[in-house]
């Protein structure tokens, strides 16, 4: 008896990076996120001024070719939102990127998987994608003017030169290899789920009080059910940083990357009193500038009022309201909880 083998063949990813120029007004700009959303799911937000599309299914549905797609965004955005956008397409986010950066004439520029390396290769290092000032004055310093003459160095050199992990993303993004498998499909329930733990943390830390665990409670759009999962502190803590990380893990261990969520809400549990609260000494001089940070951040927001001061990604984001910290001086009992919540429906 036979045996029948199936092969599959991988499609070449098709991304599209949409770059809005700097002075683009916020409204503008999520009118561009917007209608990207609508010719594919796949969308993820770079504020303040960028947006990542994975067209590699869309193209099949609307039966255009990238060209066409891009055309259209170009035509639209231009027509409706007065943005003069610049659209780079390429077979990874980098590539799509760095093509979007330096366009033809027509504000559109595609590059294809096959000649990824050979297109990029002129590109000053300063344009390489993920690569800062800093980084592009180290490699300059050492001859390395062009991505192409940087891809022709050992990915050990590049790493001895910028660090382990961004002097290997350096060389293969050099190489036209961008490893990410693909874009951030819940961008707006983890932008959600930060902008609640920023709101507890802040909570805790005006009722001067630390959390010993914490809970991620998800509900789904048209479905009853719901899921919480709860994750035990490593010490008790109100830093931001470390909530977010908590947080972050609870949520990528769930798994919901196409999940439609309708609501998503972050508890903190197991409060005590702060003053009395044990602490693990540190020599990490990052960690310690990060809360000498985090301390300067809750005094402007106190003189100039809540939110004035937050993350970056959550520029774009409409602020929650201010916490109250109660009439006895922001402190609350030890079996109470600080609760925030926001409503997705992506």
Known sequence: MGKKVVMMVERERVIMHVRCPREVTEDAYHEVVEFLGSLTPVVQALPPAAVLADLTGALRYWRATPLQLARRVRLTTLARYAVDTRVGIGPSPAVAAMASGSPDRDGIRIVTGADAAQAIAPLPVSELYGVGPAQAKTLTAYGLHTVGALAQVPTGTVQRLLGGRLGRQAADRARGIDPRHELDRNGRARTALLDTVVTVASRLRQRR?????????????G?????????????????????????????DGLGLQRARIAALSVRAERLTDGA???????????????????????????RFGANTVRPARLAHRPMQEAADPGQDGGRLGATEDATAQRHEEP
Not at 209 to 221: K, N, R, Y
Not at 231 to 237: S, V
Not at 279 to 299: F, K, V
Request: aromatic share 6%; charged share 25%.
């Open 209 to 221: 009080q630390v959390a010993g665990a914490l809970s991620v409670h998800v509900e789904w759009v």
């Open 276 to 302: 009395a609260a044990a602490h693990q000494m540190t020599l990490d001089g990052a960690r310690e500038r990060l809360w000498r940070a985090e301390a300067a951040i809750d005094r402007a927001n106190r």
């Open 223 to 251: 479905n009853a059910a719901a899921i919480t999962r709860t994750r035990t502190l490593a010490e008790p803590t109100a830093h931001t940083e470390e909530l977010r990380v908590a947080a972050y893990q609870l949520w």
